[in-house]
């Protein structure tokens, strides 16, 4: 079956630009989560889905990033005024609960010049 | 705040060699541990995990005991074969789940015939 899936695969902006990253989760997953990975680091939480709400935002760096996922479905990753330390791979995982393993999309590579 | 610390690499290795792959933890309360996997072109994958003192995760050959005493989670497998070449992550999970894990920085392991 279809894991998930996280369009663009890469992304390259200006700085001060804002960009959207995607993430279709495995279809019937109620939980979503968002991570960042910077070269040469391990995976960094940063948001939550249990639903439409986010459950938990205190990942988030600062007030320019923001997701939604307003049907309980796809998300949105949203960051505003980019900036050059915002270049990283951008990671989508998606599960059936918090207690279920988590199934990761092979992530969005952005990169901010 | 938790941590992992995970053994750095790259770490090469001979087909049929033993492996270790060290991680310890700082935690507070009763976090669940996990490795996770990511083979070349692949997005991250739960290879295996241990939810309480004692614990032992395995799976393909893998195997991973969760020691308090010691607050490790150290990776084994008896024999390595080619296609175990990887990047391998020491994660922990508080709360019992996965809702918002910490990831150590990761070991590349590659494995030669």
């Known amino acids: 079956g279809a894991g998930v899936s996280q369009t663009p695969s890469n992304k390259v902006t200006e700085k001060g630009k804002y960009v959207e990253l995607r993430c279709d989760p495995i279809s019937g997953h109620t939980a979503l989560y968002w991570y960042r990975q910077s070269l040469g680091q391990g995976p960094e939480f940063l948001i939550y889905?249990?639903?439409?709400?986010?459950?938990?935002d205190s990942g988030l760096p600062n007030d320019r990033f923001f997701a939604v996922r307003p049907e309980g479905s796809v998300s949105t990753l949203k960051i505003q005024r980019t900036e050059r330390g915002d270049s990283a791979v951008y990671l989508c995982a998606s599960s059936l609960g918090t207690s279920f393993p988590l199934h990761f999309g092979n992530g969005t590579r952005l990169t901010v010049t | 705040g938790d941590s992992v610390t995970q053994m750095e690499g790259p770490v090469t290795l001979s087909e049929e060699a033993f492996l270790t792959i060290n991680c310890t933890y700082t935690?507070?309360?009763?976090?669940?541990l996990f490795w996770y996997v990511q083979y070349p072109g692949e997005g991250l994958q739960l290879l295996l995990k241990?939810?309480?003192?004692?614990d032992k995760g395995s799976n393909k050959g893998f195997e991973a005991t969760y020691r308090k005493e010691t607050t490790s989670f150290h990776l084994e497998k008896g024999s390595v074969q080619v296609s175990d070449s990887a990047v391998y992550f020491c994660a922990l999970g508080a709360n019992f789940g996965n809702e918002k894990l910490t990831f150590g920085t990761g070991t590349r392991l590659t494995i030669i015939p």
């Open positions: 935690a507070t309360g009763y976090p669940s």
């Open positions: 889905f249990q639903g439409t709400g986010a459950a938990d």
């Open positions: 241990a939810t309480k003192a004692d």
